[in-house]
Every structure is written in structure tokens, then in C-alpha cells.
T-cell receptor, first 112, second 115 residues
Framework: EAGVVQSPRYKIIEKKQPVAFWCNPISGHNTLYWYLQNLGQGPELLIRYENEEAVDDSQLPKDRFSAERLKGVDSTLKIQPAELGDSAVYLC??????????FGNGTRLTVT | AQSVSQHNHHVILSEAASLELGCNYS??????LFWYVQYPGQHLQLLLK??????LVKGIKGFEAEFIKSKFSFNLRKPSVQWSDTAEYFCAVTPSNFGNEKLTFGTGTRLTIIP
């Protein structure tokens, strides 16, 4: 089966600029997750979707971060405006209900 | 809330050495436990999981882990490592009745195997 696809793989932007990440989950997986991974840390959940509904966005900094999952398939995570502290790897994962997560390769964001 | 501790930040071993990576969690109830691995340049992938039953769990590539409830531990082991095991290893835990929604990862252990 095709895995979770994320793009871009790398992104370098200046602070205060907007940025967007895209994720296409494994076909048939109803649950989609966005995680943040800082250097030397484990992944931390930003937002979780069940189909097209965001069921847990408690850890998403809503002043600058937004996400959507139109039609319950692929998803976009946006940051506007980006800050230096947003430099990290943004991981997307998907699962079928509560089966173990399948992760994408992530997007490494550098904010200068 | 649950938490996970991986005390070994960086482990360096020679090929054929035995491996044990520590993982301890804090949570008073029943848990599901996981080890994920991230090879250089690749995505995180599941190595093995424990939900219930036999506390000794076997995963891919010769890895195993033992759940010791009394010690709140789920250490990862491999009797003889290979250069290709060089990777970052993450332990994760979630309360059994919450599933993935409460999945918490440790900070990871970087494993370097010297040929």
C-alpha cells in the first residue's frame, strides 16, 4: 500500500511569512494526525481528525496555526505568520480507527 | 496525564553487541505500549506493540520488548545488533481505553552502531 505522503519535504521561509504543509493519508484511513517534532524531542500532537471533523485541536496554537481536512481525505496545516520558534519537523500520520499510526516523512521547516 | 521516559539519549554499540533501551511510563491504569523506529532519512515506523496478553512481544528485525507492569517499564531488546539498526527509537504509551487520542511519545534514543 502507498504510505502517508507529505509535501514539501523541506521548507525555508523568513519569519512573518505564511507557510503551508500538505498531507495525503493512506487510503481508507479515517483518522489523520498532525504532530510537531522539535529537535531532540518526540512527536507532540497538534490536531487529530476523524474523517473531516477536528476532534482534538487543544494543542494547536490557534492564533497562528490552522488546519483543514476537506472531504475527509487529505489535509493542510498552515502557519501565518511563522515565528523563529516554529522551526521543527511537522509530521502527518493516519490510522484506521485505533490501529497503530502510520507516519509520513515529515516536513522540515526552517524559519530564518 | 501519562508520561514516558527514555533515559538513554544516545547509545553507541559495536556490531554484534546486545542492546537494551529503557522505557518507563507513568500511568495508573491499563496501557497500550509501542516502540517506533526512525531510520536516517525515513519515516517513523512501528517496530512492535503491546496491548495485552504475553508481556514478551516480538517485533520486526529481531527486536523484542518486555512489559513489566510492576516496574512500569517496556524495554526494547535485541541480542545482536547490526549496522543497519542505526536509527532513532521512540517509546510511546496510551491508556488502553483512549486509543491513539492520548498517545504520548518519549524523547527518543539515538542508536549508533559502529561496524
Amino acid at each position: 500500500e502507498a504510505g502517508v505522503v507529505q509535501s514539501p519535504r523541506y521548507k525555508i521561509i523568513e519569519k512573518k511569512q505564511p507557510v503551508a504543509f500538505w498531507c495525503n493519508p493512506i487510503s481508507g484511513h479515517n483518522t489523520l494526525y498532525w504532530y510537531l517534532q522539535n529537535l531532540g524531542q518526540g512527536p507532540e500532537l497538534l490536531i487529530r481528525y476523524e474523517n473531516e471533523e477536528a476532534v482534538d485541536d487543544s494543542q494547536l496554537p490557534k492564533d497562528r496555526f490552522s488546519a483543514e481536512r476537506l472531504k475527509g481525505v487529505d489535509s493542510t496545516l498552515k502557519i501565518q505568520p511563522a515565528e523563529l520558534g516554529d522551526s521543527a519537523v511537522y509530521l502527518c500520520a493516519s490510522s484506521l480507527n485505533n490501529s497503530p499510526l502510520h507516519f509520513g516523512n515529515g516536513t522540515r521547516l526552517t524559519v530564518t | 496525564a501519562q508520561s514516558v521516559s527514555q533515559h538513554n539519549h544516545h547509545v553507541i554499540l559495536s556490531e554484534a553487541a546486545s542492546l537494551e533501551l529503557g522505557c518507563n511510563y507513568s500511568y495508573g491504569g491499563t496501557v497500550n505500549l509501542f516502540w517506533y523506529v526512525q531510520y536516517p532519512g525515513q519515516h517513523l515506523q512501528l517496530l512492535l506493540k503491546y496491548f495485552s496478553g504475553d508481556p514478551l512481544v516480538k517485533g520486526i528485525k529481531g527486536f523484542e520488548a518486555e512489559f513489566i507492569k510492576s516496574k512500569f517499564s517496556f524495554n526494547l531488546r535485541k541480542p545482536s545488533v547490526q549496522w543497519s539498526d542505526t536509527a532513532e527509537y521512540f517509546c510511546a504509551v496510551t491508556p488502553s481505553n483512549f486509543g491513539n487520542e492520548k498517545l504520548t511519545f518519549g524523547t527518543g534514543t539515538r542508536l549508533t552502531i559502529i561496524p
